[in-house]
């Protein structure tokens, strides 16, 4: 069973500065089949990126992801205050199905 | 506008059998690709996925919880019902329902990914 690594755990930063989120998998996934999502506290997840580097409808452009083989990568140009939350990263497979990261908590420094 | 809520008991005893429902709007899992998948936050960690179902029936489970898990569509009521039995204090979390979206690549064929997801509803499990 792939396992995912996300790190940091926690990254502290301020408003305008950028966000390096990285995901790691235990073996070589297809880049088609990784996701990213962020989670603000008390909400649902929200799809942010799919097929490792592809904007999910009404994500805006500060948010790319990049990435392959084994080593995934969120990025967020300049962070604005609505996008301090916890992110994880997604992978689809065969069994299970879906795998979810532990997650990176993004707070203000 | 796609739109997807849970429903289901707040509290279940240990032992006991959980149902819980997910009631969609805005499309039909009789559309062929459209999918719905389950999946649970305990408190303070990270989400676990739990099944999914498809257009066409076809079920997927959780490979450590596939012997407690059946899921079930209703497509006239837009509905998909998920039952986790032999509950336990460690099923104590907020539970999702989302619809699946999915995409394609030449080299590596569909992949997917949980586009729209519902509030969540809250299980605490406790005598």
């Known amino acids: 069973e792939i396992v995912l690594t996300q790190s940091p755990g926690t990254l502290s930063l301020s408003p305008g500065e950028r966000a390096t989120l990285s995901c790691r998998t235990s073996q070589s996934v297809s880049s088609n089949y990784l996701a990213w999502y962020q989670q603000k506290p008390g909400q649902a997840p929200r799809l942010l990126i799919y097929g490792a580097s592809s904007r999910a409808t009404g994500i805006p452009d500060r948010f790319s992801g990049s990435g392959s083989g084994t080593d995934f990568t969120l990025t967020i140009s300049r962070l604005e205050r609505e996008d301090f939350a916890v992110y994880y990263c997604q992978q689809y497979g065969s069994s299970p199905l879906f795998i979810f990261g532990p997650g990176t908590k993004v707070d203000i420094k | 506008q796609v739109t997807l809520r849970e429903s289901g008991p707040a509290l279940v005893k240990p032992t006991q059998t959980l149902k819980l429902t997910c009631t969609f709007s805005g499309f039909s899992l009789s559309t062929s690709g459209m999918c719905v998948s389950w999946i649970r936050q305990p408190p303070g960690k990270a989400l676990e996925w739990l099944a999914r179902i498809d257009w066409d029936d076809d079920k997927f489970y959780s490979t450590s919880l596939e012997t407690r898990l059946t899921i079930s569509k209703d497509t006239s009521r837009n509905q998909v019902v998920l039952t986790m039995s032999n509950m336990d204090p460690v099923d104590t979390a907020t539970y999702f329902c989302?619809?699946?979206?999915?995409?394609?690549?030449?080299?590596?064929?569909?992949?997917?990914?949980?586009?729209?997801w519902g509030k969540g509803t809250t299980v605490t499990v406790s005598s």
């Open positions: 989302a619809r699946v979206g999915r995409d394609y690549s030449s080299s590596s064929g569909y992949s997917y990914y949980m586009d729209v």
